[in-house]
């Protein structure tokens, strides 16, 4: 697969979600009046997902990791580089058999240990909420208003709405005041943010990218557990998987470790919160998704339920759909040449992309990171592309 302009933007298109700060920008209309929660009435959703398919990544997911050495792979991924604007690039492979490939790449210096994996971190929120419901301390249909009844249609907003981004709530960073004060804000002022500002419509109605939702979430998991967010989703996911490359980052936290987003400064990574605060290897980021696709984090029927309902990302991407803290992202909507299907997250913010996918076609999974410029759903096709074809 060449890795030329045409395949960049194709990937982008097809898999790239916004970060925290780059969230696409709904428009303005008046506030809806809601009474109360309406059926949704956006594009269609997509159609389930093939039979088998799940329990195919379940198989893959569950296979004991080997760390392994590929000429192959590490050739695709210094040929990225030299093809984009890096200035630090990540990468890691899993192939169904459980060999396990990783490799880091530095324009200059030592390369970095960890990534800023911005709107990936969603997955992880998403992943620690299922467990709540799962142990009967959170329902699904539960009204956030309990935790912030400030905000707009609060009584009718549900936890599951949070997930799948369906809630209508304002995501704070589209306020420009926000964007022009640089530096840390706090859960709080996020919310009173988007409190602020009327709701895009009426729950359930639509879909709309809300970190605004991810942040409440983040606030909920604490009230649940009884600590900061970054000591419970430490607990829940990087003590349980044994990631020992992972941090979860507490306000203002910068790990010495981690490459930092080229040109951004001014910004304080640990804003977006539960939106997005995790540093990571590569590799073990594919850990995580392996986890998760393998039910090991919550139960198959949880997983399921995460793709049952998969709504366009209108607005963001004509190729990819968003269930509960997951995207599917069908690549031949975006490149006819493709016919790949990813499921996965990606994230981003200025001078910072990542991904990470499963994909149906090479049933292995995928993890790229990286800062500068560049695409990393390129890379990721670029690297999966030497893999025999199992589905």
């Known amino acids: 697969m060449r890795l030329d302009r045409r395949t960049l933007l194709a990937a982008a298109a097809a898999a790239t979600l916004p970060g925290p700060a780059a969230a696409a920008r709904p428009k303005k209309k008046p506030a809806p009046r809601c009474k109360g929660r309406v059926a949704y009435a956006g594009p269609p959703l997509r159609a389930p997902l093939a039979a088998g398919a799940l329990e195919a990544a379940a198989r893959a997911g569950a296979a004991r990791l080997q760390p392994v050495i590929d000429d192959g792979l590490e050739a695709r991924l210094e040929r990225a580089a030299g093809q984009m604007q890096v200035q630090a690039l990540g990468a890691a492979l899993a192939r169904p058999d459980g060999s396990l490939w990783t490799q880091t790449h530095a324009a200059a210096g030592p390369p970095p240990s960890r990534f800023f994996w911005a709107s990936v971190g969603k997955a992880y929120t998403a992943s620690a909420i299922l467990q709540m419901v799962e142990e009967g301390k959170l329902a699904l249909d539960a009204?956030?208003?309990r935790w912030a009844?400030?905000?707009?249609n609060a009584a009718h907003v549900t936890i599951e709405d949070l997930l799948?981004?369906?809630?209508?709530?304002?995501s704070f960073q589209e306020d420009a005041g926000l964007r022009a004060d640089p530096g840390y804000k706090s859960p709080e002022t996020l919310l009173n943010v988007a409190a602020a500002h009327p709701a895009l419509f009426c729950p359930g109605a639509a879909w709309s990218y809300s970190n605004t939702g991810y942040v409440l979430l983040g606030r909920i998991m604490e009230a649940v557990d009884g600590k900061p967010y970054d000591q419970a989703l430490t607990?829940?996911?990087?003590?349980?998987?044994?990631?020992?490359?992972?941090?979860i980052l507490a306000p203002r936290q910068v790990p010495a470790d981690m490459a930092p987003p080229a040109g951004a400064e001014t910004e304080d990574l640990t804003t977006p919160y539960a939106a997005g605060?995790?540093?990571a290897s590569a590799a073990d980021v594919v850990r995580f998704w392996r986890a998760l696709m393998s039910n090991r984090l919550h139960g198959a029927q949880a997983t399921a339920g995460r793709l049952a309902r998969l709504y366009p990302m209108a607005g963001v991407s004509p190729a990819s759909f968003y269930g509960q803290g997951m995207m599917v992202s069908d690549l031949a909507?975006?490149?006819?040449a493709a016919s790949d299907t990813w499921i996965g997250h990606a994230g981003g913010l200025p001078g910072a992309k990542a991904m990470v996918?499963?994909?149906?076609?090479?049933?292995?999974?995928?993890a790229v990171a990286l800062t500068g410029e560049g695409s990393p759903e390129a890379t990721a096709n670029l690297l999966l592309s030497g893999l025999p074809k199992k589905a």
């Open 277 to 279: 605060a995790v540093a």
């Open 149 to 152: 009844p400030n905000l707009p």
């Open 333 to 336: 909507l975006a490149d006819p």
């Open 143 to 145: 009204p956030v208003g």
């Open 357 to 366: 996918a499963y994909s149906l076609e090479k049933q292995a999974y995928v």
């Open 164 to 170: 799948a981004h369906t809630s209508g709530l304002y």
């Open 235 to 247: 607990g829940r996911i990087v003590e349980r998987l044994e990631l020992r490359e992972t941090t």
